[in-house]
């Protein structure tokens, strides 16, 4: 069921796969999109040139964030001297949480969103975190914003108007990569490799997963043309 | 009971009598305390001083966040143009939630120390709402950190070992003003005006319900000496 036309949504857009097919489902709902697109530091900031056109291509105003965060660099994602994991494709989510968890980042940034939501009386905020596959992170769990959703509707002014949805949490990578092709994501201009290189480095896990899903999907990543 | 000597607690501090008195409580527990202290454009820049100095004092160690985020300029509290609300004391709380009100604040302050303490491995986070003086806000009540902390539990590496605490959200002023002179709070420094003056205005909601703390404590407050 379509969104009324005048519902906002904030939508949290790194400029990845996910994020992007958010964007461009949200925009299919018929929200009126904010994109909300945070920098913390994360060695790929490759990907916010990604944000910055992908809002771009789909007419949605972009705000762009800054955090400054000490405690980051515990992350292998944050801190450049931590090496990269180069997982077996077959072991990726069976390890526990991986090096590459960033603390609290998906609490942190559905609160930065849920704030705008808050501010501009929007009635949803959404993101693209996704448990099916990659279990690792325990912010990509459903559990989890099923627990922050209740949690928002008794500390904001919004209250249950603000709706945390994510839509891909069930999806596998390949069902995500045919959602996006349905929904036309510009997806030659997503950035997922967690490596701050030119192009995929194709041996992160997220380049592996990413990948996967391609092949699974049956076509190939545009990205990589 | 206080907590074990190895037990970490990332404490919410914005120099004001509620945070210092936090910071002061959780070192009483036996916590092994770091300071977070977060600008977020508020007009009172001046507490940030307080923070400093009480940090200082307590021998805690401080860290600074800067967030610049455009849409809090709905907020009174942040955007100087806006008139700070001067209510009646006996009607502070009672007329729904004030323009004082930051979109999300205390879900997005105890996100940033949740960040934290899953990356220190700390076991708790600390903050100072209350309720029973001002219940204005929705981010004071204690639902909300019900909440919260089941999301926290779900959604971070720590699990259910981070625990939220919020020591004075069913206090008065006038009990939180008794605890901070028993636990030696250097209440001659801490900051509570929402006007960026340099002394306390004595007219917004804020002064009128810390004056009136004291009033009912039964002593002087150090600050205005």
């Known amino acids: 069921m379509p ?5 906002k949504a904030i939508v949290l857009l790194s400029g990845g796969l996910d994020s992007s097919t958010c964007l461009y489902w949200a925009k299919s709902r018929g ?51 931590k090496k990269l994991p180069d997982t077996a494709l077959s072991k990726i989510g069976s390890g526990g949480i991986p090096g590459t968890y960033v603390p609290g980042r998906n609490l942190l940034f559905a609160s930065l ?23 690792g992170y325990p ?6 914003y099923r627990a922050l959703s209740a949690a928002v509707s008794k500390g904001t002014a919004g ?7 994510t839509p891909l949490i069930r999806m596998s990578k390949a069902q995500i990569a045919r959602l996006a092709r349905k929904l036309r994501v510009p997806l030659e201009y997503t950035w997922t490799c967690y490596a701050g290189g030119a192009r995929p480095c194709g041996h992160c896990d997220a380049c592996k997963l990413r990948g996967k899903g391609f092949a699974e999907a049956g076509f190939a990543d545009p990205a990589l043309k």
């Open 139 to 144: 912010d990509c769990r459903p559990e989890f």
């Open 31 to 81: 929200y009126s999109c904010r994109a909300l697109c945070i920098s913390y530091g994360q060695r790929h900031s490759r990907e916010l040139e990604s944000a910055r056109k992908i809002a771009k291509l789909a007419g949605v105003p972009l705000t762009h964030v800054k955090l400054g965060l000490p405690w980051l660099a515990v992350s292998s994602l944050v801190n450049s001297k």
């Open 113 to 135: 969103a849920v704030s705008w939501a808050d501010a501009e009386n929007a009635s949803a905020v959404i993101l693209g975190p996704n448990a099916l596959d990659y279990s």
């Open 159 to 165: 209250g249950a108007k603000i709706k945390i949805l």
């Open 3 to 7: 969104a009324k036309k005048a519902e």
